[in-house]
């Protein structure tokens, strides 16, 4: 008997995948403390988001990671002309030469592995993976680059990881998006196809196309197979920057896809996505959002930190995807409908021309 996409799990997995993300905040209060003199460089006055990024002298996604994450931690808060300021524990335990100052202590881990990694990330403002020594980067498909997805053994590991979360994730989604007036739904970067099977599943009318590398698709084929959707699911091999978009499908799926990617390059796929649609199409955003003020929350914030320490993303809000949308001519329907274990959906739909 075929295996089933839409059967939910009878428990919740968000404290699992919770506390797998809690050590970056330890690697980010470090680096923050240790490594760019956050909290002292605050002590006299509060700053714009802007002074204090040229101070530390991060990019704006690096810089945008750290402050995002000690934001959420409580550790800055914003006054009342919008500028970053120290909360009152921070003024009393984390600005150096306090009399409660815990700075040193903080400092006794400023030399672990991980500490160190993550002050290079930010610094470099690059993923894991970039450097000659190193695997190659996870997620990322780019020029002068080698990814793990494009070699057999690692792009299975990876994929299949990844299909952990979505085996949990789909279900709802499947349940929450209508998709019956649909009839063809192109999962871009579908990785193992999950999101995309239940989808099938929950709407017997509906075809799929799952559009990934081809070392990808040999799992998400395999897949395919033992959900028994192979009559409704296609494997499209390409790369999702350089060809043509398949224009043969009238709702389009990032499945957490755009967290892997920079500001620059997601609106460039938003773009690419919403051309490609049919008048009435749809575009689905379903990925982790940030609240709008980008101060959390923390469960958010140290997921981006993972995210930023993997790919050349972070994690966004739903006012800068829809934001992209709207750059994208698209009409952005509703607020986020959650799936799981964080995630949700933000729509934009392609209207008639006025």
């Known amino acids: 008997m075929p295996l089933s996409a839409v059967t939910k799990p009878d428990t919740d997995p968000t404290r699992i995948f919770e506390r797998c993300r809690d050590f970056y905040s330890t690697e980010l209060l470090a680096v923050a403390s240790v490594d760019f003199n956050l909290f002292g460089r605050l002590a006299e006055r509060p700053k714009s988001f802007a002074e204090l990024r040229a101070e530390i002298g991060l990019s704006e996604r690096s810089a945008n990671v750290l402050i995002t994450a000690m934001r959420a931690m409580e550790l800055l808060v914003l006054s009342a002309d919008g500028k970053l300021d120290l909360t009152r524990a921070v003024r009393e335990h984390l600005v150096p030469g306090a009399y409660f100052d815990v700075g040193g202590y903080i400092g006794l ?5 991980g500490v160190r990694a993550m002050a290079e990330r930010l610094t470099t403002n690059k993923p894991a993976g970039n450097r000659k020594d190193e695997e190659g980067a996870s997620y990322i498909f780019r020029e002068g680059m080698e990814s793990a997805m494009d070699r ?17 994730c789909a279900p709802f989604l499947a349940e929450n998006v209508p998709l019956q007036n649909a009839n063809v739904l192109l999962d871009v970067g579908g990785g193992s196809g999950i999101y995309a099977i239940a989808c099938l599943q929950k709407n017997p009318k509906l075809r799929a196309i799952i559009w990934d590398r081809p070392e990808v698709l040999k799992i998400a084929q395999e897949m395919a197979e033992a959900y028994g959707v192979t009559d409704r699911l296609e494997m499209r091999p390409g790369d999702m920057f350089a060809d043509p978009v398949p224009a043969d499908c009238d709702v389009v799926l990032l499945s957490n896809i755009l967290h892997d990617w920079d500001v620059p390059e997601c609106r460039t796929l938003v773009n690419r996505c919403a051309d490609a649609l049919p008048t009435g199409g749809r575009l689905l955003v379903h990925d982790v959002f940030l609240n709008d003020d980008l101060g959390g929350p923390l469960s958010i914030a140290l997921y981006s930190a993972s995210l930023f320490s993997l790919t050349e ?42």
């Open 109 to 113: 881990v400023s030399e672990s592995p």
């Open 152 to 168: 057999e053994a690692s792009a299975r590991r990876l994929t299949l990881a990844l299909a952990g979360r979505a085996k949990n």
């Open 313 to 354: 993303g972070r994690a966004y809000s739903a006012a800068e995807y829809g934001s992209w949308l709207k750059e994208a001519s698209l009409t952005v329907s509703g607020s986020v409908v959650p799936t799981a274990v964080h995630c949700g959906v933000l729509e934009g739909r392609k209207m008639p021309p006025k």
